[in-house]
Each structure stands twice: as C-alpha cells, then as structure tokens.
C-alpha cells in the first residue's frame, strides 16, 4: 500500500433511527428499546473502528449532532479525491442540517493542510457524497449513481471539479438507494455489484467498461446483508456479517474478509462504507506527481 487510509468516523452517541428515508429503515424497531439499540450501536461502531484499525487503516473520529442521526454515514458527507473535497447538497430534509456541519468540519482540514480545497454542489443540484460517487483505482474513475438521492446534473459537476471520468449508473431499485449498497470496488479491479438495482444500460457499463473477467455478481443475500457495502484497501476487506459463500469467493481471490455486525446501522440502511468516509484517496496521476516532488 502507498500510504496508511485515513478513514473519517462519526461518534453515534447521537445516531437513532427515528425517521424513515429508505426502505430499511425501521423506528418502529428502535423505539421498542432505545436505549439498548444506541448501546449496541455504540459496540457496533468500536467493533468497526477496531477492525479498520486491525486492517491497517487510521481512523479519524468527528462528533455527531442531536437531531442528526445519519452523520453517522459520512459516506454521504462528500466527495474526496487528491485533497480536494466537495460536500454534498442532501436530497432529503431529514439529512439536509449535516450540509454546514460537514463543509465546516472539512473546512477545518483545509485549514490543517489536509485538503487543498473544499466546495459544495451547487444549491438544488442533489449530490450524496462517496455514497453515490465511487473510485476506481485501477481505471482512474469514478463511478456515479443516479436517479434515487443524487442527481443526473451532479455528474458534471464532479467530473469538472476532479477533472476525471464519471461514469454514470442509473439506480432503478428504491432499496438500493445509494450506488454504495449494491457496488464495491476492489482493489484489484474487480466490481461486486447487485444486477437488480440497475438499469439495462448501467450493467451493461459495468460489464463493458470492467470486463466479464472483474465482475462478481452478489445474489439477493449478499445484498441484503449489506456486505457489499464494503471497505477496500489492498487486500483487505471490511464488511457487515457476510454469507460464506461471499467471504468464500472474495477469499479466492486473494482477499482477507473482515466480518463485523454492523445490525443496528442496518435498521437505517447502512453498512461499513458508509460509516465512513476516505479522506486520502488519490489518483495514480497526484501519486506520480507527489513520487516526484
Ligand atoms: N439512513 C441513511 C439514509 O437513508 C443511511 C445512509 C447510508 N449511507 C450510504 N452511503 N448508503 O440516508
């Protein structure tokens, strides 16, 4: 590996589930003991911690807020690559109070020296962070959802700032919401990812553009165990509670499986990337260009 993941957490002090903006969102579960989720949500997410810490990674952890349950998915919060960071424009109310949080937060690491520049999508122009927007290490692009929480105008808006391809994906299926739960990318250039949730062009770019050879189809089960909702550096993978035969194929090719129960975070719809936010992405040509300075 070039250099050490830094990998952004939320604290889930204030994480609940108390609202429904997805499918998997269930408040009426939580609610029947509170108190008891949130501590196990607590033991979730230092179980998560611990094993981004185990793989190899650093974790950098911010504070949450009251009243904004899902900054414990700071996937959402942005798009980051080669220092440069812009923050989402959430299409849901519920979520929209994270927008200043974040830009000031990331504002914070600009500040620092860890980011070079910070913008936002423009106002109105729906865009939900690396949630929708994946990198693509071995073909140096990035691969975008559409259609559910992020908008098709966004798409432009990322390529022109990170000046890199944008490949878009129409998302068809309400349950996959964010490219992020039905799409991984692997180090080694393969893409698991879940047919149902696109459309016929989608998976026909995913085919075409990854070559048969690369792609790895989750079944129903994978996806609903939200595994392909995954953390990838070198060779290591972090997820939620797999089935075998996932862990099995992704083993065969090389790669050391994580496990985590991550079932509180599940009740809101979401997994182990989402809980976090790679903060030191970069593309081979900022690597290069870093190489020879
Ligand atoms: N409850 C959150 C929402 O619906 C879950 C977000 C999960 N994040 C993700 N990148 N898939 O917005």
């Known amino acids: 590996m070039a250099f050490t993941p830094k990998l952004l957490m939320v604290d889930p002090s204030h994480f609940e589930v108390s609202y429904v903006i997805n499918p998997w969102m269930k408040p009426g579960a939580w609610h029947e003991d509170p108190a008891g989720h949130l501590r196990q949500a607590q033991a979730c997410s230092a179980a998560l911690h611990q094993s981004l810490v185990d793989a190899g990674a650093d974790v950098v952890m911010a504070p949450g807020a009251p009243g904004l349950p899902d900054m414990v998915f700071p996937a959402n919060a942005a798009v980051v690559l080669d220092r440069r960071a812009i923050v989402a424009r959430f299409a849901c109310d519920e979520r929209r109070g994270e927008e200043e949080l974040f830009l000031k937060l990331f504002r914070s690491y600009e500040a620092r020296g860890l980011f070079d520049t910070v913008v936002q999508y423009p106002e109105g122009i729906f865009q939900e962070g690396a949630g929708d927007a994946l990198w693509d290490d071995s073909r140096q692009q990035f691969w975008a959802g559409y259609g559910q929480r992020s908008a098709k105008a966004s798409l432009q808006v990322t390529e022109d700032f990170f000046n890199v391809p944008v490949v878009p994906l129409e998302l068809i299926n309400p349950r996959f919401y964010h490219l992020d739960t039905c799409f991984l990318v692997l180090s ?13 062009e989608g998976k026909a770019l995913i085919e075409g553009l990854a070559g048969k050879e690369n792609v790895l189809e989750a079944t129903d089960e994978d996806a609903a ?11 290591q993978i972090v997820m939620a509670r797999p089935p075998a035969s996932l862990k099995a194929r992704l083993e065969e090719r090389g790669y050391r499986v994580r496990s985590v129960d991550l079932d509180p975070f599940i009740l809101s719809g979401g997994g182990a990337y989402c809980m976090t936010l790679r903060l030191n992405r970069s593309s081979a040509a900022a690597a290069q260009k870093a190489a020879a300075e």
């Open 188 to 200: 080694g250039g393969e893409i698991l990812y879940y047919p149902p949730a696109f459309s016929a």
């Open 225 to 235: 165990a939200f595994s392909v909702n995954a953390v990838n550096f070198g060779k």
